[in-house]
């Protein structure tokens, strides 16, 4: 491999690793859901698209933060009407059901969103998009840097919620012994909803961060963010969300090289095999936690 072939594999590694945070959003998601319910929303990522989807709305009408704003909000509704339909009035014991029954509200959103948009992938805004820097041979584009640090802030602000606040205690109590935090006076329902909430509004920042990464939404986006979520979630390790943020960056990097070293048509099987391997070696995750909670 001569210089030139070692800047561009590096690049490639560098802007994937900017966009893993996107992924980590996403695998987060899954695993605040999974480690207060023991439960997989499987259309939990669906729900980030069209969350940035209804952001568009008003994308004419306020300045382009506003819309990363709204895309947030709306996946906390969205985060809200998923808990309703699929899991609220749902038997507990019967995780079948649930699964199912997201996997439901997954093809319906694609579905909607292929009839709304007829199928055609809509611009999405994206900010310093050719604010690039440069450093040395290596240059950081300026929407993956925006993309990067706006997944950072709020993943520190989704940790210091759960350390810091009552919410998060309430959350983190149901997560490890249910029955102990109903005793103290703890509410199973409103901690679950919020929980939906919460990782709603990741989700949503999340379908904005997609949107501003790749410059379009299109309804194709769900389907494989729903699979690299699934991949962080279990690479990571079930319940752990630091797991899942350094996860998330490692399969965005690995992606990235993959592509660059086989093209895209084979990207997403080494990515795959990727998380074969760590079902073989290391089934319980990088930061497997006992009892697979956080």
Same mark, same amino acid.
């Given at each position: 491999m001569?210089?030139?072939d070692?800047i561009?594999?590096t690049?490639?590694?560098?802007d994937?690793?900017?966009?893993?945070?996107?992924?980590?959003?996403?695998?987060?998601?899954?695993?605040?859901?999974?480690?207060?319910?023991?439960?997989?929303?499987l259309?939990?990522?669906a729900?980030?698209?069209?969350?940035?989807?209804?952001?568009?709305?008003?994308?004419?009408?306020?300045?382009t933060p506003v819309v990363?704003?709204?895309?947030?909000?709306?996946?906390?509704?969205?985060?809200?009407?998923?808990?309703l339909?699929?899991f609220?009035?749902l038997?507990?014991?019967?995780?079948r059901?649930?699964?199912?029954?997201?996997?439901?509200m997954?093809?319906?959103i694609?579905?909607?969103?292929?009839?709304?948009?007829?199928?055609?992938?809509?611009?999405f805004?994206?900010m310093?998009q050719?604010?690039n820097?440069?450093?040395?041979?290596f240059?950081?584009?300026?929407?993956?840097?925006? #993309?990067?640090?706006?997944?950072?802030m +709020? %993943?520190?602000? *989704?940790?210091?919620l $759960?350390?810091?606040?009552?919410? =998060? &205690?309430?959350t983190?109590?149901?997560?490890?012994q249910?029955v102990?935090?109903?005793l103290?006076?703890?509410?199973?329902?409103?901690t679950?909803?919020?929980?939906?909430?919460?990782a709603?509004?990741?989700?949503?920042t999340a379908?904005?961060?997609?949107?501003?990464?790749?410059?379009v939404l299109?309804?194709?986006?769900?389907?494989?963010?729903?699979?690299?979520?699934l991949?962080?979630?279990?690479?990571g390790?079930l319940?752990?969300?630091?797991?899942?943020?350094?996860?998330?960056?490692?399969?965005g990097?690995c992606?990235?090289?993959?592509?660059?070293l086989?093209? #895209?048509?084979?990207r997403?099987?080494y +990515? %795959?095999?990727? *998380?074969?391997v760590? $079902?073989?070696f290391r089934?319980g =995750? &990088?930061?497997?936690?006992p009892?697979?909670?956080?």
């Amino acid at each position: 491999m001569d210089l030139l072939d070692l800047i561009d594999l590096t690049q490639s590694v560098i802007d994937g690793l900017l966009f893993g945070a996107t992924y980590a959003l996403i695998g987060i998601g899954f695993t605040l859901i999974f480690g207060v319910m023991h439960k997989i929303n499987l259309s939990y990522a669906a729900t980030s698209v069209a969350a940035a989807y209804l952001s568009l709305v008003v994308v004419n009408i306020v300045p382009t933060p506003v819309v990363y704003m709204a895309a947030a909000l709306m996946g906390g509704v969205l985060g809200w009407l998923v808990y309703l339909v699929c899991f609220r009035f749902l038997p507990i014991n019967n995780p079948r059901a649930t699964l199912l029954s997201t996997v439901g509200m997954l093809l319906a959103i694609e579905e909607f969103i292929s009839h709304i948009t007829h199928g055609m992938p809509l611009n999405f805004p994206a900010m310093f998009q050719n604010a690039n820097i440069e450093l040395g041979s290596f240059f950081v584009r300026g929407d993956l840097l925006f #993309v990067f640090v706006l997944g950072c802030m +709020v %993943m520190v602000a *989704l940790i210091q919620l $759960l350390k810091r606040t009552r919410l =998060g &205690l309430a959350t983190r109590a149901v997560a490890q012994q249910p029955v102990a935090a109903q005793l103290c006076g703890m509410g199973i329902a409103s901690t679950n909803v919020s929980t939906f909430v919460i990782a709603g509004l990741l989700g949503g920042t999340a379908g904005a961060m997609t949107g501003a990464a790749v410059g379009v939404l299109s309804p194709l986006l769900a389907l494989p963010l729903t699979i690299k979520g699934l991949v962080v979630t279990v690479i990571g390790g079930l319940g752990s969300i630091p797991g899942a943020i350094v996860a998330g960056l490692i399969v965005g990097a690995c992606e990235n090289l993959f592509q660059f070293l086989r093209g #895209v048509s084979e990207r997403d099987i080494y +990515v %795959m095999l990727l *998380l074969f391997v760590f $079902l073989v070696f290391r089934p319980g =995750g &990088l930061f497997a936690v006992p009892g697979g909670r956080d």
